[in-house]
C-alpha cells in the first residue's frame, strides 16, 4: 500500500515538473515573438516617419515650385502687357513720323518756289517739323501786319496744316539785332514787342482760317534766337523769320 502511494506521489510530482516546463518555455517564446513584433512595429514607424519626412520635404519643394512657376506666369503675363504696348506704342510712333513726312513732303512741294528763292526754309527733325519763314515776304518793314501777299503765301500753307490734327503749332517770332527806330518805337519800343506782335498776327490768322486754336501758340524771340550772324546783310536777313513749328502735343 505505501509502495502505490509512494509511486503514485512521485507521478504526480512528474507531472507538475513537466507541465511547468512547457509553461515556461511557451512564455519565453511568446516573449520572444512579441519582442520581434515590437522592433517589427518600431521599425516600421521609424520608416513611417522617414516617409513622412521625405513627403514633407517633396511637398514643400513642390509647393515652392508651384509658387515660383506662378510668379514666373505673373512675370511673362506682365512683360508680354508690356511688349504689347511697346507695339501698340511703335505702330502710334510709326504713324504719327508718317504723318510727319507727309506733310514734310506736301510743304517742300507747295513751297518749293519760295524755297528755290531763299525765302522759305523746312525740316524734320525728332518729331519736328520747322518752316521759317523770311520776314519781308509776310510784312513791310518795321510792321508786324501780315501783307495781302503774305496772307496768300500763309494760305497755301494753312491748306496743308488744316489735315495735321495730332500736332501743336507754334509760331514764333524772330528779328536781327538791329534796334528799333523813329516813330515806330512808340507801338515796339524793342524788338520783343515786334516779334510778339507778329507771331500772334500770324497764329490769329491760323486761327481765322479753320486752325483749331487750342493747338496754336505764340511766341517772340526778338533778336536772342538767331539762325546766322548779325554782322552782314544777308545774316540779319535770315534772323528776321517766322518760325512756324509742327511738334508734339504736350
Known sequence: MHKKALSFIIVLIFSFSIGGC????????????????????????ADRDDLDKVLKAKTDDLSKSIAD?????ADLEAENTRLKENVAELKKKEAEVQSESNTYKQLTQEMKGEIAKGQITISELKGKLTLDVVDKILFASGHAEVTKEGLAVLQRVIDILKNVKDKAIRTEGHTDNVKIKGALVKQYPTNWELSAARAINVAKY???????????????FGEYKPVAGNDTSEGRAKNRRIAIILLPKE
Do not use: C, F
Not at 512657376?69 to 506666369?73: I, N, S
Open 22 to 45: 512547457v509553461t515556461t518555455a511557451t512564455y519565453e517564446k511568446k516573449s520572444a515573438e512579441a519582442d520581434s513584433q515590437a522592433k517589427e512595429l518600431a521599425a516600421v514607424k
Open 69 to 73: 512657376l506662378r510668379q514666373k506666369t
Open 206 to 220: 491760323l486761327q481765322q482760317q479753320g486752325i483749331d486754336p487750342t493747338l496754336l501758340s505764340a511766341t517772340g
